[in-house]
């Protein structure tokens, strides 16, 4: 408790020792008849200072950090954030290239599959076409054939 000894002491103070005591008797660093009397004189208690002397031989006392152990605190914690993003990046950028790499194949797909069934290349004029039951023959429509020939040509 880092407050002075003169400073009166709060209901959640007196709890905070009490809790410390029974944790020390369970522990079996107080006798039951000790522990008792403490806790008798912890929720009596008016000061900090009367708090302090029940716990003072008591080990685990909360010691202050000093600032070099917070700023090393500080300095764990603010690597852990940055080893977290840096992670959370390349997840992120392994995802969208793997999106990207499969977008890339299917539109691979597609084009190969679309050359071979002549959905990317022009289609012959002299290749039959197939359209359900309408069929267009081998040999040029009669309307080429006419357009190609003058009737000078007739005999």
């Known amino acids: 408790m880092p407050r002075s000894a003169t400073l009166r002491a709060s209901d959640a103070d007196r709890e905070a020792v009490a809790d410390r005591l029974h944790k020390a008797a369970v522990e079996g660093r107080i006798e039951p008849e000790e522990l008792e009397e403490r806790l008798h004189k912890a929720l009596r208690a008016r000061t900090y200072g009367d708090l302090r002397r029940l716990v003072a031989d008591l080990p685990g006392t909360a010691a202050r950090r000093s600032n070099g152990s917070l700023a090393l605190t500080a300095l ?80």
Do not use: D
């Not at 392994?94 to 977008?103: D, G, N, R």
């Open 76 to 155: 764990k914690l603010s690597v852990r954030v940055v080893l977290a993003l840096v992670v959370i990046a390349a997840v992120v950028t392994v995802a969208v290239v793997m999106a990207a790499w499969w977008i890339l194949w299917l539109v691979l797909w597609m084009t190969l599959r679309g050359r071979r069934y002549g959905w990317a290349r022009p289609r012959s004029k002299l290749a039959p076409t197939s359209m359900g039951f309408f069929t267009m023959p081998n040999s040029r429509s009669h309307a080429a054939h006419f357009c190609r020939t003058s009737s000078r040509s007739w005999p």
